[in-house]
């Protein structure tokens, strides 16, 4: 395998997992049950989840009132893409 594609496979991977602790959380929060915390939340969408965490806080209607998760997990995704393409095109010039 190659190194980008061990890359797709891991953001892949990665934003299923933000995803479904999204989905995960937001039942437990139904049920008063043990919560994820916001931490871990973050740290998968920083490790390359960002993208699906967004999803997911959308589709389950979760943490859509906290500023931080509104603003920061789309905030992440647009720092994640930006990093993506500067390490995809190295001739695109740096601002």
């Known amino acids: 395998m ?3 594609l061990l890359f797709i496979i ?3 991977i990665l934003n299923l997992v933000g995803f479904v602790m999204m ?3 937001k039942k437990r929060a139904i049920r008063g049950a043990w919560r994820i915390s916001e931490a871990s939340l973050f740290l998968t969408a920083l490790l390359g989840g960002a993208l699906g ?3 997911g806080m959308h589709h ?4 859509t009132r ?4 509104r603003y920061g997990l789309p905030a992440i995704v647009l720092l994640q893409l930006f990093l993506w393409i ?10």
């Open 66 to 69: 906290h500023w931080y998760f």
């Open 23 to 25: 989905g995960i959380d």
């Open 10 to 12: 891991y953001w892949i």
């Open 53 to 55: 965490c967004t999803l």
């Open 2 to 4: 190659t190194l980008p």
């Open 60 to 63: 389950f209607h979760h943490k």
């Open 86 to 95: 500067l390490l995809t095109h190295p001739g695109v010039p740096a601002p």
